[in-house]
């Protein structure tokens, strides 16, 4: 058998050249559209630049913003501060409104220490009351005599004492005396004496009063340009405003006492001898005893009327009960209060300085002529005046 017979192998190369030729063309199409897609691409990067720049430009922005408004935002903050930061706006406006609630806070505390002012008071009424209470014994004993209680009008009188001069002594060692009413001495304690006899201190209302109007005047006399608020500009050197406004209102000038009145005077103000007379008048007729009792020139210091009005009814009284032994040069006291016995003493020079007694009652010649001659001047002074009076 033939090979060609049996297989026949056909080439048939036109067919790979028309699939070459068409690879080619294929090839040559894409090779366009890869060049084509290349400058596409190459413009897209071109943009994508463009737009990661402008992107990247907003984005560096808005950080800067962010920057920008974190540092404004603190410096914010720092301006604005905090209520304990005092030269930042919420400190001052803070201060603001504490400087708008002070004259309120300001009354509060006056009201405060006026109270405790007056508590102040009540301690020192209460040790008066007590002394009230210790002399009332005696006090009752007075209204039980009509001589003391309607004539003499003597009382003991429980009193918070005190004193205008003793009050501006004490305040005038701590502020000075350089302006307004408070200018010179005599100026500043006159203005303190006004304020002192406008109240009565023995009165928790009174006493109250004098204290708020000497602070106010303190106050008033303190104002002026530039000066600082309160009493600062009127403290003396190394003195501080608690001590002024502890002497006011700590009451401090104010001291229970119980005082003898005579006719409604204190006995303080009474001169020495009516002290005394006050004294002997208030033993003699207070005093229940029956010992005789010696008085020596009870007269002393007092003018004749006041021996007469004083001690000769009192006198008079007291030796109904009492021996009394009296040396005295007054007539007023030896006569008119019808002595039982006088005792007349000499005294002799010339017979080695000896002195001697006649004693008798007062109708004794011997006697009453010494008692002319020694109490009323001898007998011709004593008609002499006598013609003169009328």
């Known amino acids: ?27 040559s199409t894409l090779q ?25 430009a907003r984005q560096q922005q808005f950080e800067t913003y962010q920057h ?17 930061d005092p ?19 300001r009354e509060e505390l006056q009201a405060a220490r006026l109270q405790l002012t007056a508590e102040i008071f009540d301690s020192l009424d209460a040790q008066r009351k007590a002394r009230e209470g210790l002399f009332k014994p005696v006090q009752d004993l007075i209204k039980a005599n009509d001589l003391i209680r309607e004539d003499y009008r003597l009382q003991f009188q429980a009193t918070l004492a005190a004193s205008a001069e003793a009050i501006a002594e004490r305040l005038f060692a ?4 350089t302006s307004g009413v408070l ?86 103000q009474l001169s ?14 207070v005093d229940p005893g029956k ?28 030796k109904k009960k009492r021996q009394i032994i009296m040396v005295t040069h007054n007539p007023n006291l030896a006569v008119v209060c019808d002595a039982e016995q006088i005792i007349h003493a000499s005294f002799d020079r010339a017979s080695s300085c000896s002195i001697n007694y006649v004693s008798g009652s007062l109708e004794n010649p011997l006697l009453n002529s010494a008692v002319v001659t020694v109490l009323e001047g001898t007998k011709p002074a004593f008609n002499n005046r006598s013609e003169k009076y009328h």
């Open 183 to 268: 200018r010179g001495q005599d100026e500043a304690l006159l203005t303190v004496t006004t304020l002192f006899d406008s109240h009565d201190l023995n009165t928790k209302e009174g006493a109250l009063a004098f204290a708020k109007a000497l602070h106010e005047t303190l106050e008033q006399v303190a104002k002026g340009p530039g000066a600082e608020v309160g009493i600062a500009s009127l403290l003396k050197k190394d003195q501080s405003a608690v001590s002024v406004y502890d002497l006011i209102f700590g009451l401090d000038f104010l001291e229970p006492r119980y005082s003898l009145l005579f006719q409604d005077t204190q006995i303080e």
């Open 68 to 84: 920008q408004l974190a540092e404004w935002t603190k410096k914010l903050d720092a301006l604005a501060g905090t209520p304990t």
């Open 291 to 318: 010992t005789p009792i010696i008085l020596d020139q009870p007269e002393e210091n007092l003018d004749n009327e006041t021996v007469f009005r004083l001690l000769v009814p009192v006198l008079t009284e007291a």
């Open 174 to 177: 701590l502020i000075k005396q």
């Open 87 to 105: 030269d930042t706006k919420v400190g001052l406006e803070t201060r603001l409104a504490q400087i708008k609630k002070l004259p309120a806070k």
């Open 1 to 27: 058998m033939n090979w060609t017979d049996v297989a026949k192998l056909d080439i048939k190369t036109n067919l790979l050249d028309e699939r070459s030729s068409v690879l080619t063309e294929q090839q």
């Open 272 to 285: 020495p001898g009516q002290r005394g007379a006050l004294l002997l008048i208030f033993y003699l007729l």
């Open 32 to 56: 366009t559209e890869a060049g084509t897609l290349a400058g596409t691409l190459e413009t897209l990067e071109e943009e994508k630049k463009a737009h990661a720049t402008k992107l990247n």
